[in-house]
């Protein structure tokens, strides 16, 4: 009879010999053409923590958004703040929506955002934005965090 340490050697070179003799199965196959990627929004925040008062910076990045998408030249754009002890219905929105005053043939996607909010009280503020594209489309981000705390 085979000790149990020499059948679980013996196994685990076969496994690792199979993987090896897969890898160029692989490589070889032709690449099928990928699905656009779904549109993404990210939110974040810097500085996640500091004492007051803090200017936090929020950035946000459309992915998977083609760059010369005319829907998403100049889009509309909400930014939302919920401060400590509010829910998102009470929540302080700033609305922007910019015109575009080009020719659509130069039409550029706008992919990246940036607001800066000055927070004075202590506790913790939550931020969304929105963007909404010409055709109506809309993309959430979710929530960036920052904790304001008191100087004591």
Same mark, same amino acid.
């Given at each position: ?7 679980? %050697?013996?196994?685990?070179? #076969? ?9 160029? #199965? ?11 990627? !779904? /549109? !993404? ?5 810097? /500085?996640?923590?500091? @004492?007051?008062? #803090?200017?936090?910076?929020? %950035? ?14 100049? /889009? ?21 929506? /910019? ?11 706008? %992919?990246? @955002?940036?607001? %800066?909010?000055?927070? &004075?009280?202590?506790?913790? &503020? ?7 594209? !010409? ?18």
């Amino acid at each position: 009879m085979v000790p149990s340490r020499w059948r679980r %050697t013996a196994c685990g070179l #076969v496994l690792a010999f199979l993987g090896v003799v897969a890898l160029p #199965v692989e490589a070889g196959k032709p690449k099928t053409e990928e699905a656009p990627r !779904k /549109p !993404k929004l990210k939110l974040m925040a810097e /500085p996640s923590v500091g @004492f007051t008062p #803090v200017t936090a910076l929020l %950035t946000a990045n459309l992915t998977g958004v083609a760059p010369d998408d005319a829907n998403f030249c100049h /889009p509309a754009v909400t930014w939302i703040r919920i401060r400590p002890g509010q829910s998102e219905d009470q929540a302080s929105r700033v609305h922007e929506d /910019p015109v575009c005053r080009h020719p659509e043939s130069e039409s550029r996607a706008a %992919t990246s @955002f940036i607001k %800066t909010f000055d927070l &004075y009280q202590p506790g913790t &503020y939550l931020f969304r934005i929105i963007v909404e594209g !010409k055709d109506h489309r809309r993309f959430e981000s979710g929530t960036a965090q920052v904790v304001v705390l008191r100087v004591q």
